[in-house]
């Protein structure tokens, strides 16, 4: 992942190669926001050594008038200092108040770094960062999931290997979306990798422990490949989605399945998004899973999933109750 730093036309020394004085990296992608402050490190350390010129402090506990003390201290034998501050969004009232009037004339041998999850964009904080020029705010919003699993798959490259799609999709299913997280795994997989063949699904799930909890869609979609094995390994990993939500979102998705072999029987499958009135992406792999139901599987379904509800909602255990039905339907 790349982060362009911006340049301020502004600046009087030509050796500072126009960085700005400061920049507010801000979102809840960590490795982004990471990779911004390391970007930064490289850049200041080619004017001077960092080990005298570099100060940190944690916005939760560090006070305003000791930052901007910081960012007026003169470098030491370099061009350049860098001060970094993480937790900007946790700095008090006053304490931002400080840096404001800080930043309203800064000192241009100084580089300061501010990092946040969130930072609202009407806080006198963030405008303060961001009058100094359009590239001040470094956005470090986290990705959609397939951009992740696209951006996983460019990252594994860094780490000198390859890895499949559907190996990239399995680890973002075990870690969840937490960037730092991943690449940490990334690398490890690197470590335990023989050979030139990318980095499998199964050997994902082989080497790395799964931390974050399921989706539903996740279930969803094994329900429809009529994946037993999956479906019953991701069952108690739902923790937070009940039986009756599970069952609700597996019938939605027979009716679409069902629409979808009826318009594949017409050689009309490539209709069903716009008939169903969803993106593509959405119903992209439908018509394939509708194959590998018969028109009477999909009619029993629906007709034991009537049934299915009516025992969970009558004493009996709703979640065996609901297994139960799944594995009737898909095994």
């Given at each position: ?113 501010l990092s946040a999850e969130k930072l609202a964009k009407n806080t006198r904080l963030y405008k303060a960062v961001a009058a100094l020029g359009s590239s001040a705010v470094i956005d470090c919003a986290p990705m959609k999931r397939y951009e992740l699993v696209r951006a996983l798959r460019s990252m594994a490259v860094g780490h000198g290997i390859t890895i499949t799609e559907a190996a990239a999709e399995t680890l973002v299913s075990y870690c969840g979306e937490d960037t730092v997280r991943l690449d940490t795994e990334l690398r490890k997989l690197a470590l ?140």
């Open positions: 992942m790349q982060f362009a730093l911006g340049y301020n036309e502004t600046m009087t020394s030509s050796n500072q190669q126009n960085l700005l004085p400061a920049y507010l990296a801000v979102g809840e992608d960590a490795l982004k926001r990471r990779t911004v402050l390391e970007r930064l490190r490289k850049r200041v350390a080619t004017f001077g050594d960092l080990e005298f010129n570099h100060d940190e402090f944690d916005g939760e506990r560090a006070s305003g008038s000791d930052i901007a003390v910081a960012c007026n201290t003169l470098p030491f034998a370099s061009e350049l200092r860098l001060v970094e501050v993480a937790h900007a969004e946790k700095l008090g009232k006053q304490d931002a108040e400080v840096l404001c009037a800080y930043l309203a004339a800064p000192n241009e041998s100084t580089i300061l770094v335990a990798h023989a050979g030139t063949d990318p980095v499998s699904d199964r050997e994902v799930a082989q080497l790395v422990a799964r931390t974050s909890e399921a989706k539903p869609w996740e279930l969803v979609d094994a329900f429809s490949a009529r994946d037993v094995n999956t479906c019953l390994k991701l069952l108690p990993l739902l923790t937070s989605t009940s039986s009756y939500a599970l069952i609700g979102m597996c019938t939605n998705r027979l009716r679409e399945l069902a629409c979808a072999k009826s318009l594949d029987a017409r050689g009309q499958g490539h209709r069903l998004a716009d008939t169903l009135g969803v993106p593509g992406w959405r119903v992209k792999n439908h018509v394939a899973w509708s194959r590998k139901f018969k028109e009477d599987d999909l009619q029993l379904a629906f007709s034991s999933a009537r049934d299915c509800e009516q025992a969970m909602k009558t004493g009996s255990d709703p979640d065996d109750v609901f297994k139960d039905w799944l594995i009737s339907v898909i095994a």
